[in-house]
């Protein structure tokens, strides 16, 4: 009987860290996630972008999450991440501390669309750092504080950050998404229509248990 209790015991132990298991890997803490000064939107509906600047991928889905944003306004907040995949991606680096230099003057977005809609003028280069500049210009940066904070060890720290939460979170690729915590398929948001259907049950989801 003590026999048959102990492997009965073992056996709910295993199913219980499988389901751990599983629900770690596709939901993580709102909170967690929520930490980045990088947003649009205040309302409870969070949507976490884990994003390259150099990622052909991000590139496409850009337009898709513009619209998304402009469409929910604030509905939902949206966060950005940085997760430059430098490997892969040998500009992305820069790409993401010249966004990061943008955020200390207050125009972290506007740098944020001008990487994303340039993109294709300066992932294939073997320094990209001229164009970087050049935008800087464009959207009203002051260019010697720009440089400075291009290379300070707090704008590097701040990426950092975002790409160890991203580690953690078994992130390998991006875009990623996350929407409440819970991680999205891009296959059910690469389009418009597809985003907003899944925004809009979340919405009715959170709206019906409050």
């Keep these: 009987m003590k026999k048959k209790l102990i492997v009965l015991l073992v056996v709910a132990a295993l199913i219980g860290g499988v389901w751990w298991l599983n629900q770690s890997t596709s939901q993580v803490s709102e909170e967690s996630l929520s930490n980045n000064t990088y947003s649009t939107g205040s309302t409870g509906i969070e949507l976490v ?17 513009k619209e998304v944003k402009e469409q929910y306004k604030d509905k939902i907040t949206f966060r950005f991440r940085h ?30 669309d001008a990487l994303y809609e340039n993109q294709t003028s300066w992932s294939n280069l073997s320094s990209a750092d001229d164009i970087f500049e050049s935008i800087a210009g464009q959207i009203g940066l002051d260019l010697d504080q720009y440089r400075k904070d291009l290379t300070s060890s707090s704008v590097n720290s701040i990426i950092n950050a975002d790409v160890n939460l991203g580690g953690s979170l078994k992130v390998t690729g991006t875009p990623a ?9 891009l296959a059910d948001v690469n389009s418009v229509e597809k985003f907003s259907a899944v925004i809009d049950a979340a919405i009715a989801s959170k709206t019906t248990t409050q």
């Design 49 to 65: 972008e884990f994003g390259d600047f150099q990622c052909p991928s991000c590139g496409r889905f850009y337009p898709i999450v």
């Design 177 to 185: 998404f996350y929407l409440d915590g819970k991680v999205l398929e």
């Design 83 to 112: 997760f430059p995949l430098q490997t892969i991606h040998p500009n992305a680096r820069a790409a993401h501390r010249t966004a990061q230099a943008a955020a200390a003057q207050g125009k972290f977005w506007e740098m944020h």
